[in-house]
């Protein structure tokens, strides 16, 4: 099917005559219906019924509008991308990610990107949350990942995904038997030797208010600003942490021995990862639409998470 055929199906629905979509098109009115009908010969569907004066969608002439509009989307795209490269052109982006966001979240974050632009370049600045938002008022970022909803009149506000802290423990340990047979309570983990997040991060203060609020007191071992190095310390020094949800696929469990429990109480530290941006310098169109895309496929992850 060529792009051409497409583009007659968009112009009859969206003129919605096909007088005047013949007149978009620049084709007389019995060709455009000529090229209506050998398009449903081809699909082996009726596009539309007629309902008095007006032409209706069928439910399949809805579906082929649809996928019309992604086959020009992506011709589009295609075009575009070979423009750049016949003239040089090389887009850039600069990202700048929280110390949780740089750990759980970035990398597939700029896997999309490449993914969708793929010669482009992307460089990333790092800092605490309220660095970051400072780095987008100040331009120096175009795009800032923090593990908060961020409410500014100066900045746009895009949530990815909520997330809170699962209770990891290494394989063998015997509060896991315990969370087999009738779960783990919040107060298991008074006295309970842990990792956790170093001071100053979003989960980290999550995590200390939460401990307040219900009077827990862990035997606090370690405390690391990195996921990968608690990851392999658990294991090894036979402790218990506190990571985020997402960060903990099943093969960063199955690689290091490790099992994630549940206590309710944890849901208490839910975050919102977010992208921000300011509203004073308008993001292209293209890195827009890659935004919605991109929360699609968070969402999607989360769904099949949470299966």
């Not at 009859?12 to 005559?17: G, L, Y």
């Amino acid at each position: 099917m060529r792009i051409e055929d497409w583009d007659v199906l968009i112009a009859a629905v969206e003129q919605t005559s096909l007088n005047r979509a013949s007149q978009a098109l620049n084709l007389s009115q019995p060709a455009l219906s000529r090229r209506l009908a050998k398009l449903e010969n081809e699909l082996d569907v009726r596009l539309f019924e007629r309902r008095g004066k007006r032409l209706v969608l069928t439910p399949a002439g809805r579906l082929c509008y649809e996928h019309a509009l992604e086959m020009r989307r992506l011709d589009a795209k295609f075009r575009q991308q070979l423009a750049d490269l016949r003239g040089g052109r090389r887009r850039s982006l600069t990202i700048g990610a929280s110390l949780t966001t740089l750990q759980s979240t970035l990398p597939d974050l700029i896997r999309m990107y490449t993914e969708s632009f793929p010669h482009s370049e992307v460089k990333a600045l790092t800092g605490k949350t309220h660095e970051i938002i400072a780095f987008v008022k100040e331009r120096r970022v175009d795009l800032g990942l923090v593990a908060t909803a961020i409410e500014s009149p100066d900045l746009r506000c895009v949530p990815l995904f909520d997330d809170h802290l699962s209770f990891v423990l290494p394989i063998g340990h015997p509060l896991l038997a315990q969370a087999a047979a009738s779960g783990i309570p919040l107060q298991a983990l008074n006295g309970l030797p842990v990792v956790l997040f170093s001071r100053g991060t979003w989960y980290r203060v999550l995590v200390d208010e939460l401990f307040d609020r219900y009077d827990i007191t862990p035997d606090i071992r370690m405390e690391i600003d990195s996921f990968e190095a608690i990851i392999r310390i658990v294991p090894s020094c036979g402790l218990a942490t506190l990571l985020p949800k997402s960060y903990l696929r099943q093969v960063v469990l199955n690689d290091n021995g490790l099992a994630a429990a549940d206590i309710p109480e944890l849901r208490q530290t839910t975050r919102t990862t977010s992208l921000v941006h300011l509203k004073s310098a308008p993001l292209d169109p293209d890195l827009l639409a890659w935004i919605g895309r991109v929360r699609q496929a968070f969402a999607a992850r989360i769904a099949d998470q949470a299966l």
